[in-house]
């Protein structure tokens, strides 16, 4: 997957990663990719939800151990 961003929001909860992403997106081009890595376990319902209400897609969410990894695409 060629994502064109990432950002580290580890160690920070709820609503820091959310507000992370919606600032990277704000800067980004429609189409293009962002992934978001996490350590907050309600990170996944987070970014679903964030999705559904800003019209961005959510291309896939992974959790490995303790870190949860986003992958947004700009609308």
Known sequence: MDVQREID???L???LPILKAKK???E???GE???VVATDPGSMRDFQAFAR???NELVEQQS???EFTH???RR
Do not use: D, E, I
């Open 9 to 11: 929001t580890r160690g």
């Open 13 to 15: 909860n709820c609503p």
């Open 24 to 26: 990277a997106l704000a």
């Open 28 to 30: 980004m081009l429609s």
């Open 33 to 35: 990719l962002l992934r």
């Open 53 to 55: 209400q800003t019209g």
């Open 64 to 66: 490995a151990g303790a």
């Open 71 to 73: 992958v947004l695409r």
